[in-house]
């Protein structure tokens, strides 16, 4: 099989890293060789990211550019991942790449803070488009109560700028998708409730797989 590639999406809070996981486990037990990664990644960009993250109101050309950096790394050297080449080397050997973020989240961001969003899909032309985008929604006031109870709120983190992040997500969807990208709408929540993990988790993981058997040939027992 082909390798693809899979960017788990949304506004933070919505549970990306749980179903990005849960997505490489299941995939793993049906025979696929699969792998997690994760933006900001380990890598050396990735760090300053994190701690500028920490800051209020880094700027937007700033982060743009840092994320871009982390990303060309995230893609091309990478060693952790299989093959030692960044996500472009797994993809490469065929791997189902999971990764919990992609460039969409920086489009959206960013572009939420104030950078133009014709500058923010140029600079990022350089990373391929993933296969397909799963994005996750949830309402932003259960996504900020899911923030508070884990860690403390850094920056990004507020109701009003969540909302504007939301509002952008649904332009950089539309757009993926007309640039051919498979985008897989998982609800997370009905209303103000969060859904059952495993009910979401069998969404995510019935959306890609439909994908994997129309673009991919393959059949999976039910």
Do not use: C
Not at 23 to 41: D, I, M, N
Not at 148 to 173: G, I, N, P, Q
Request: aromatic share 8%.
């Amino acid at each position: 099989m082909a390798g693809a590639l899979i960017a788990v999406e949304g506004i933070d809070g919505s549970g990306l890293s749980t179903h990005s996981k849960l997505l490489v486990k299941s995939l793993e037990s049906l025979g696929l060789r699969s792998v997690y990664t994760k933006e900001p990644t380990e890598g050396p960009v990735g760090k300053l990211i994190r701690s500028l993250l920490s800051t209020k109101g880094p700027d937007p050309y700033l982060m743009a550019l840092l994320f871009a950096a982390d990303r060309a790394w995230h893609l091309r050297g990478d060693e952790s991942l299989p093959g030692g080449r960044g996500v472009l080397g797994a993809l490469e050997l065929n791997y189902v790449v999971v990764t919990d973020r992609y460039k969409y989240s920086s489009i959206a961001y960013q572009g939420s803070a104030g950078a133009p969003k014709e500058w923010l899909w140029s600079l990022n032309s350089f990373a391929r488009e993933a296969d397909v985008i799963v994005y996750i929604d949830v309402p932003v006031r259960l996504a900020l109560s899911r923030i508070a109870a884990r860690r403390a709120v850094e920056a990004y983190e507020d109701e009003a700028f969540l909302m504007k992040v939301k509002e952008s997500f649904s332009e950089v969807l539309e757009r993926a998708s007309e640039a051919g990208v498979k985008v897989i709408r998982v609800p997370g929540s009905v209303g103000e409730e969060p859904r059952p993990v495993e009910d979401v988790s069998k969404d995510v993981l019935t959306g890609v797989l439909g994908w994997l058997q129309e673009t991919r040939r393959l059949n999976f027992k039910s």
